[in-house]
Antibody, heavy 121, light 107 residues
Framework: EVQVLESGGGLVQPGGSLRLSCAASGFRFSSYAMNWVRQAPGKGLEWVSGIRGSGVGTYYADSVRGRFTISRDNAKNTLYLQMNSLRAEDTAVYYC??????????????WGQGTLVTVSS | EIVLTQSPGTLSLSPGERATLSCRASQSISSFLAWYQQKPGQAPRLLMYGVSSRATGIPDRFSGSGSGTDFTLTISRLEPEDFAVYYCQQYGTSPLTFGGGTKVEIK
């Protein structure tokens, strides 16, 4: 059974940093692109970042490029999102989502339950 | 960036009725369109991809159609568990984008 489980969310002050993790199981992790998608309170879905299975290709939304860094450890079946220079508008539930293939531009066939990031003083 | 516009914002229907949800893209995305269902407090769930292919375990009362810029998700007969928010997503072009969602609520 495919499972993805996020962790690392919490309350952080504006300008601060946070690292999210996503532990995956039930599939060959290194063969699939992985992504982060966020949802601000009461709002819709926004793709944040993606990474190909090998970790070589990384992709970002304009809203986070230069502040967030996506990475993965295929030996640990874990995806990460390092978030720096956080802003109030980054407040959201962050979902880890498995791509259907290794291709970067893809739909998401499995999602975690999400981890809440709150940026506030 | 491709903008996806979903309509209506809210659809008020009764169980057993037919639901028709629309998703319009600001430019052609061929058939690179997916649909997701999200219930309160839950993660989104993949329903459809490639416009009309159902994801694993999705009942056949869900169907998708369209191409280019205009797409439709149809639920032939609403079951109580179908009342939720539905999002379309395009994956033909970077960046990946989602529509704003259509809420299907009980009338």
């Amino acid at each position: 059974e495919v499972q993805v489980l996020e962790s690392g969310g919490g309350l952080v002050q504006p300008g601060g940093s946070l690292r999210l993790s996503c532990a995956a199981s039930g599939f060959r992790f290194s063969s699939y692109a992985m992504n982060w998608v966020r949802q601000a309170p009461g709002k819709g879905l926004e793709w944040v970042s993606g990474i190909r299975g090998s970790g070589v290709g990384t992709y970002y939304a304009d809203s986070v490029r230069g502040r967030f860094t996506i990475s993965r450890d295929n030996a640990k079946n874990t995806l990460y999102l390092q978030m720096n220079s956080l802003r109030a508008e980054d407040t959201a539930v962050y979902y880890c989502a498995k791509g259907h293939t290794d291709y970067a531009w893809m739909f998401f066939d499995y999602w975690g339950q999400g981890t809440l990031v709150t940026v506030s003083s | 960036e491709i903008v996806l516009t979903q309509s209506p914002g809210t659809l008020s229907l009764s169980p057993g009725e037919r639901a028709t949800l629309s998703c319009r893209a600001s430019q052609s995305i061929s058939s690179f369109l997916a649909w997701y269902q999200q219930k309160p407090g839950q993660a989104p769930r993949l329903l459809m991809y490639g416009v009309s292919s159902r994801a694993t375990g999705i009942p056949d009362r869900f169907s998708g159609s369209g191409s280019g810029t205009d797409f439709t998700l149809t639920i032939s007969r609403l079951e109580p568990e179908d009342f939720a928010v539905y999002y379309c997503q395009q994956y033909g072009t970077s960046p990946l984008t989602f529509g704003g969602g259509t809420k299907v609520e009980i009338k």
